[in-house]
């Protein structure tokens, strides 16, 4: 069953079955909105698969069956703002109990399905300037759902099956499509899932004699503290970041400091999206 | 001859339908002490690692023989429904399909339980567990007190009620 396949199980049956499996080629998450009805996101946009209004029952329906029926089980990435299940990631939004609560929320609102993909080929082009800096630092940029994870996975397997040993941090399952592991990330790819991404860095570079080291999304000062643990021992680093261009990450206070400190040398942006999207290198100086 | 193996007869019947009836109420026992083991084991579970309720019943299933090992087993069977039929109405009706020799109040206090697991947080549902383990294990210590003298009153009525078919026949 591929992600798009296992995304669609979750729903109730009778949107289950307003979906096609024709939808899935294109389809990058499907949307649940209480009180609107659902949506199909695709690089077409966003558009309406049945015409019933969503209901929280149905937002719950999903959760218990991406759940197993033990949200409790899931509320550390629940407090978080998102489950995963089978490597679909499912955002969720809506009303948070108190602060200091166990994890639970006391209204939900809107879940969205994003359905990973593997697009295989497509870092061929950028691969041979990827491995002449695979002991530097290399930043794939784009907005979000801009398709940073997909094409960081394919560079982790181009680069592993190059003969490369990387390790990568996978705190949300989606390098790796979940515990039973649904992607190929390459032969000499060591995967450490589940666990807090800064922290993880750390215990990659301790204990598994890393080439290169690689990250989804670097947002928070804790994932700059890792890096720039990461950056003085030799390894290499492969990271995404939420921004359109290097330009634009000097915006923030966070990207600003991690450009200044030089750690990034080169930097690929993602831009356009589906068919249309471009891969395009830039050097960060 | 006839006679007395007719006698005999009306004996054995007697004794056998003390017996049935002592054996159903010792079944019940053994459900209500298994079941407040296993809500205990589900407890620690929870507790210690949050296990997922699908987990929780494979596990369960497995650690437990008779009524509360088919309990688990035929709701991990049904958790197959899982988002067409939310897990409370799954739980219920592994409650009315195996567990037929509780009480309705038995089966109402297992039926809460299910009501609250899996999507209330962690400590909500150990409370709602530690209520459900307490009431089974009330029931089982009331079914362990009134055994014993039930067992004395089945078997003196079901002799008496053997004995006093056959002077009737006789």
């Not at chain 1, 659902?38 to 209004?53: K, M, N």
């Not at chain 2, 309720?53 to 688990?72: H, K, N, Q, V, Y």
């Not at chain 2, 999507?119 to 014993?148: F, I, T, V």
């Amino acid at each position: 069953m591929d992600a798009y396949a296992r995304a669609v199980s979750l729903l109730p049956e009778d949107y289950r079955q307003a979906l096609s499996m024709r939808d899935g080629s294109r389809a990058e998450e499907l949307r649940l909105r209480r009180g609107r009805r659902p949506t199909l996101l695709s690089d077409a946009g966003e558009r309406v698969f049945s015409e019933r209004i969503c209901t929280e029952k149905d937002l719950l329906c999903v959760l218990e069956k991406a759940s197993g029926a033990s949200l409790h089980a899931v509320a550390d990435t629940l407090r978080q703002g998102y489950l995963c299940t089978g490597g679909v990631r499912i955002g969720v939004c809506g009303t948070l109990r108190g602060e200091g609560a166990e994890g639970g929320f006391l209204r939900f609102g809107s879940l969205a399905l994003r359905i990973p993909r593997e697009c295989r080929g497509i870092a061929r082009e950028l691969l041979p300037a990827l491995r002449d800096n695979a002991r530097g630092g290399t930043l794939i940029l784009s907005p979000p759902g801009g398709g940073k994870t997909t094409f960081l996975r394919e560079c982790i397997r181009c680069l592993s099956d190059g003969g490369l040993r990387v390790a990568a941090a996978d705190e949300r399952y989606e390098l790796s499509g979940g515990e039973e592991e649904a992607f190929d990330l390459g032969g000499l790819t060591d995967l450490l899932c589940g666990c807090d991404k800064a922290q993880a860095v750390m215990l990659l570079l301790r204990c598994m004699n890393p080439q290169l080291i690689a990250m989804d999304e670097i947002t928070r000062r804790q994932d700059l503290d890792a890096v720039r643990e990461i950056a003085g021992c030799g390894v290499g680093i492969l990271a995404s970041a939420h921004a359109a261009s290097p330009e634009q990450m000097r915006a923030r206070p966070l990207y600003r400091e991690l450009l200044r400190e030089e750690i990034f040398s080169l930097a690929v942006c993602i831009e356009g999206s589906g068919e249309k999207r471009r891969y395009r290198l830039q050097a960060i100086g | 001859m006839r006679k007395v193996l007719g006698s005999v007869l009306i004996l054995t019947g007697c004794a056998a339908a003390g017996y049935l009836l002592c054996a159903a109420r010792r079944r019940r026992l053994q459900c209500l002490e298994a079941l407040a083991a296993a809500v205990t084991a589900m407890e620690a579970e929870l507790a210690g690692r949050a296990a997922p309720i699908p987990e929780l019943a494979a596990t369960l299933s497995e650690r437990f023989d008779g009524p509360a090992g088919a309990f688990f087993r035929l709701l991990l069977s049904k958790l197959d429904r899982l988002g067409e039929t939310p897990l409370y109405k799954l739980w219920s009706e592994a409650v009315r399909e195996t567990l037929t020799d509780l009480t309705p109040d038995e089966r109402a206090a297992l039926c809460e339980l299910g009501a609250s697991l899996g999507r209330y947080p962690l400590d909500m549902q150990r409370q709602a567990l530690a209520l459900c383990r307490n009431a089974l294990s009330d029931a089982a210590a009331a079914a362990r007190r009134k055994e014993a003298e039930e067992r004395r009153l089945i078997w003196a009525f079901s002799t008496a009620s053997g004995v006093l078919l056959l002077i009737l026949l006789l």
